[in-house]
């Protein structure tokens, strides 16, 4: 069973930065995608970003140009840079891994909450 284990997030202002790690340990091996999805207050789990261990990327139409998605393979490490954050982007997100090379979803973090103030 992968174990996902994120840091970072927290209080920010609009405009401003935040950056989200997570790290994925024990039977890695399973792991092909890894990212981030986010719940927004009322509204569904949602993709933010995703990149595959070859290097596909898929970003959620909100944050494209916004939002930087990275991953270091060697250290099973996966890393969100958020920048010109906005109010609409509050909510709870989680690191998820998964087998697919297109999607993750398999696995997940137990959440991160990431609060962007007006």
């Known amino acids: 069973q992968v174990q996902l284990v994120e840091s970072g997030g927290g209080l920010v202002q609009a405009g401003g930065s935040l950056r989200l790690s997570c790290v994925a340990s024990?039977?890695?091996?399973?792991?092909?995608?890894m990212g981030w999805y986010r719940q927004l207050p009322g509204k569904q789990r949602e993709l933010v970003a995703v990149?595959?261990?070859?290097?596909?990327?898929n970003y959620g139409d909100s944050v494209k140009g916004r939002f930087t998605i990275s991953r270091d393979n060697a250290k099973n490490t996966v890393t969100l840079q958020m920048n010109s954050l906005k109010p609409e982007d509050t909510g709870v997100y989680y690191c998820?891994?998964?087998?697919?090379?297109?999607?993750?979803?398999?696995?997940w973090g137990q959440g991160t909450q990431v609060t962007v103030s007006s």
């Open positions: 990149m595959s261990r070859g290097g596909i990327i």
């Open positions: 998820s891994a998964g087998a697919s090379r297109t999607s993750a979803g398999d696995y």
């Open positions: 024990v039977s890695t091996w399973r792991i092909n995608t």
